[in-house]
């Protein structure tokens, strides 16, 4: 049986917050939380699955570099909802990353580093770091599909 659902994108955002502690075993709830909301804003799978992987090494990278494994200190994450794009923002109270470390740059086969945050750029539509009140700041932003800008529209479910 076919349902069919009308959806009407207002300007209402939706916007989720946690605090976790910088324990890689909470990744997996970064995994979930992401991948759901490119979900429900549907995102291709291939997309999806991008979206996850791009905010997983991000707060991956904040736990290995910003706080050198240590695993009790906080990292906040917001996952904001806009009508035309979603924004994950990461905050943290590390060390700040070297700005030429972060910057963009061509991959070199044998340099290992790196490699996260130029998956992290190719992958998200945008990506911004600052630092605020003794913060990290991390903004990761995604567009999504132009349907979902100021229209409404069907969408059939099997």
Known sequence: MNSRTRIIVTGLETSLK???PSHPRYLKLIRLV???LAAIHELPPEECRGLTSAVDEAVANVIRHAYRGDYQKPIEVTCQVFPD???FVLFDEGIAPDPAR???????DAALSGRGTHI????????SYEQASGR??????KR???RWVG???ERHDP
């Open 102 to 108: 972060i910057a963009p740059h061509p991959l070199d």
């Open 120 to 127: 992290i750029r190719s992958i998200m539509d945008g990506v």
């Open 151 to 153: 229209k409404s529209y």
């Open 85 to 87: 794009r979603l924004e």
């Open 18 to 20: 946690f605090v976790l």
């Open 136 to 141: 990290n700041i991390l903004r990761l932003t």
């Open 144 to 146: 999504l599909p132009a």
């Open 34 to 36: 992401v991948g759901e």
